[in-house]
């Protein structure tokens, strides 16, 4: 059914993203929320994970901060190398907390 997910051997129930309400049968223009997107990162794995917190989570820019800070044990953070332009002044804010918090940074050469 979701052929990106079958590629990497992941069960649909780990996907988490952006939805709209479908009624009888047609798609419609109203988001479910919350929205994936900035703290709504947060309510959603809250959501899914019934509360519970996960040991990993790793994001790329300042908008994963309060989806990351839920990480019992690591958050991660996820850059490239050259910063990729739409996201370069997010990544490197993220970089400098993630500096001061002790977190750990995979950098990844394009």
């Given at each position: 059914m979701l052929p990106a997910l079958d590629e990497i051997g992941l069960d649909?129930?780990?996907l988490i993203a952006a939805e709209t309400r479908v009624i009888n049968g047609v798609i419609t223009d109203q988001v479910v929320t919350p929205?994936?997107?900035?703290?709504?990162?947060?309510?959603?794995?809250?959501?899914?994970?019934?509360?519970?917190?996960p040991l990993l989570v790793a994001g790329n820019s300042m908008g994963d901060i309060s989806m990351m800070e839920m990480a019992s044990v690591l958050p991660?953070?996820?850059?490239?190398?050259?910063h990729l332009s739409e996201v370069?002044?997010?990544?490197?804010?993220?970089i400098a907390l993630a500096?001061?918090?002790?977190?750990?940074?995979?950098?990844?050469?394009?």
């Open positions: 649909e129930k780990f929205l994936p997107y900035r703290e709504g990162k947060r309510l959603c794995l809250e959501k899914s994970l019934n509360k519970t917190h991660l953070v996820i850059t490239f190398l050259p370069e002044a997010s990544e490197k804010e993220l500096s001061k918090r002790k977190w750990p940074r995979q950098v990844f050469r394009l």
